[in-house]
């Protein structure tokens, strides 16, 4: 029988952890080069006076085997505040043994308990292994929509007042 999976809050005491399990998604993704930030930049965005995230750890046996960072956003239309799941990831060795799945029920009984009337994240579109997981679990892809960013000088030139 394989072992249960446990779902818990990231504490203060998780940060190196979720650090390195960001950097083996950063590492999956292949985009290890883009991150610029240190495990003391999560910590404050996690468990600083205003904390702007929230993470969970996934665990069996009490290894760590996976997380997942999501936040809140507010739906304009729904008047509703919904999750937005920012990263997932599930450490090699752990997948297909129920952690992706009992990540998401965690964070629907979150979202439920919370008033959210959506839940809501990205995915790469190279990643058809993930894709067929959220569509497994109900998820609709959006393809009237684009995901649009701005950072770095061109956030700073945006905020100029000219």
Not at 102 to 122: D, M, N, P
Request: proline share 5%.
């Amino acid at each position: 029988m394989a072992a249960p999976v446990t779902i818990s809050p990231a504490t203060r005491d998780d940060v190196s952890l979720l650090f390195e399990l960001v950097m083996a998604l950063a590492e999956y993704e292949n985009l290890a080069h883009e991150v610029i930030g240190a495990p003391e930049d999560l910590e404050k965005h996690l468990f600083g006076d205003n904390p702007t995230a929230h993470a969970i750890v996934a665990r069996i046996d009490g290894a760590p085997a996976g997380f997942a960072l999501y936040f809140f956003n507010f739906s304009t239309f729904l008047m509703k505040p919904g999750i937005y799941l920012e990263d997932l990831f599930v450490l090699p060795g752990y997948r297909r043994r129920g952690i992706g799945t009992a990540i998401f029920q965690y964070l629907a009984q979150v979202a439920l308990a919370k008033g959210c009337g959506r839940f809501e994240w990205s995915v790469l579109d190279w990643n058809q292994p993930a894709i067929d997981f959220y569509r497994s679990k109900g998820a609709v892809m959006l393809a009237d929509w684009s995901t649009c960013r701005v950072t770095g000088q061109a956030l700073e030139d945006l905020a100029i007042n000219e």
